[in-house]
Nanobody, 124 residues
Framework: QVQLVESGGGLVQAGGSLRLSCAAS????????MGWFREAPGKEREFVAA????????GYADSVKGRFTISRDNVKNTVYLQMSSLKPKETALYYC?????????????????WGQGTQVTVSS
């Protein structure tokens, strides 16, 4: 069993940056692919970014490519999402998620572990 706890959300102005963190429990974290999703009010939860078990392969939604960076530290059992040039429409609850496969996952059904989410609000 893996538990995921997100942190780092908050209020930021448009064009600003935030770094989200996801602390994971469990000895097998380093073998799991991890990801970030977001859910805005009234919208479906959508894929943001994914990273494989070792961190040498990543994937991004087209809308965030070049602005967001996912990374991980398997010693600290932590996944990060560095976000820059944030836009008001990116206001959402951001979820950290994990899968028992080592590669990338791009859909909600690819993941079985979910955190509670951290709120990101981007003001205009």
């Amino acid at each position: 069993q893996v538990q995921l706890v997100e942190s780092g959300g908050g209020l930021v102005q448009a064009g600003g940056s935030l770094r989200l963190s996801c602390a994971a429990s469990g000895r097998t974290f380093s073998t799991y692919g991890m990801g970030w999703f977001r859910e805005a009010p009234g919208k479906e939860r959508e894929f943001v970014a994914a990273i494989n078990w070792s961190g040498d392969s990543t994937g991004y939604a087209d809308s965030v490519k070049g602005r967001f960076t996912i990374s991980r530290d398997n010693v600290k059992n932590t996944v990060y999402l560095q976000m820059s040039s944030l836009k008001p429409k990116e206001t959402a609850l951001y979820y950290c998620t994990g899968r028992t496969f080592s590669g990338l996952g791009y859909e909600k059904k690819d993941y079985i572990y979910w955190g509670q989410g951290t709120q990101v609000t981007v003001s205009s």
